[in-house]
């Protein structure tokens, strides 16, 4: 099974693509920072294009976003809910979206692990959500 | 040209005699001799009253029949609707043809007609690149193998994949035969008693489209790839075989060693980056970009930059809609001159830029104010 951790941060969308053994173990198969541009028609049809490539490339699952909060102080940038929106409409994969709490909670009992060994700091948020997806 | 005519002439009138007695509801209209390995006939299917646009090819006796079958099962944007298949005889080698949708024309006669802009070049490409993607996908996992400006076609400055002759599904090592139409176009990786097509060979198909689109066109006289001693050698030579054969050489020694694309050819406008892209498409099998997207993930990084310029037949250079102007370097009063507008009002001189001696000069200039900005 192949599952695509996506985290959206400021104007960019960290993607892990993960497939989960036969042994249950997370194999990182590929990671990407995919930004996009600006809000204007052309960048958000190439952001989408891009993860229509990703797709056919993977045919993942699902794809496992984490959930932003959208309003209040520490609310989300504009910019990651454009993003969640195109993600959203993918209709040849299942998006779903994952709260913090839920990924410490899992972190906290063990059922995922942290990051993957030779990928880079940014992407352990992307591949804990890639790995709630595989479980 | 009536379709009596066209089976008297054609090296395929049986095939196509057949055809049209056994598919009533096709209604032959013109021939078509854009396309090479075989001919495209354009006709009406009177059931569906629509134009379409039928192409008759030989093949080897193998399971290649089944490929247009393939692709009959995609729905995609850029590429070009199989309607029906079949096979039309097998003496020596087989006779196929595909029902599909009618285009308005071939790249190659679109390149030839028009000047196109930065920006078109990009859409084109984006839409092969997303249909390339649809057939690469793990669902169908096909190459295509013959990716060249004669196969893609253009309606509407929208891009299509078309011309199945030469689409294969890849087997489990992911790997497919050489299919050894257009040398001009075949990749590094296709020469040699181990050549072979993969996933990565479309992407170096793709990458000379790409350069082809950007202005950096290659010449289809073989001749043009001599070097002064080959020229010496070729010109010793009596028969017309043995010129092929050393043309053939030249070509495969220009794709082994990188050397086909003339990186100096591109307009001076196109920015490095895109021929950065380009040359991480046509470069050997190793280094080349993995996939579709690494290929569109690089384009993205451009766009963040891009400008789009466009060279109209007067050779005046436009850049459009740059932080809400646009841009112009025209030839004016011996010389070319820089200037700008707002809104779609009249080009005007920027203040402070005089008449420069040559457009790079120019384009330097144009390039060192919106850098300012």
Redesign the interface.
Known sequence: MVVFGIELKGSDAIVVVVEKANDGQCIGKEYKKISLNSTNQDDAQSFRDLFVALIDQYSPSKIVINTRQQKGEYAAGAVTFVMEGILLTLNQVDVISVAGATIRAKLKSGAIQTQLDGYPKYTEKAFQLASLGCL | MSLNQFIETSQYGKEIEKLFIEKQELEFLSCNQDGANGEIILAKNKHLNREVAIKIYDHEKDSIIHEPTLVARINHENILKVHDAGLLSSQGYSTSYYVMERAQESLTSFLNRERISTQLALKLF?DL??GL??L????FNLIHRDLKPDNLLVESNCLKIGDFGSIKRLNSSNKSFVYKHSILYRPPESFGSQGFFDKKSDIYQAGIIFAELLGCSLSTNGENYLSRRERAKYDALRTYAEKAILIDKVIESRITTQKLVDYSKFPFYIDTKLISIIRKMVCSHEKRFN???DV??A???Y??SKKNWTADKYGNLTLEQFKGKDYQIVLERGGYLIKHRRCSQNFLQIPNTGVYDSKEAAYKELNRIISKK
């Open positions: 984006k690149m997303k993607s649809c690469h996908s793990k669902e996939s579709i997207a569109l993930a384009l993205t990084v766009e963040r």
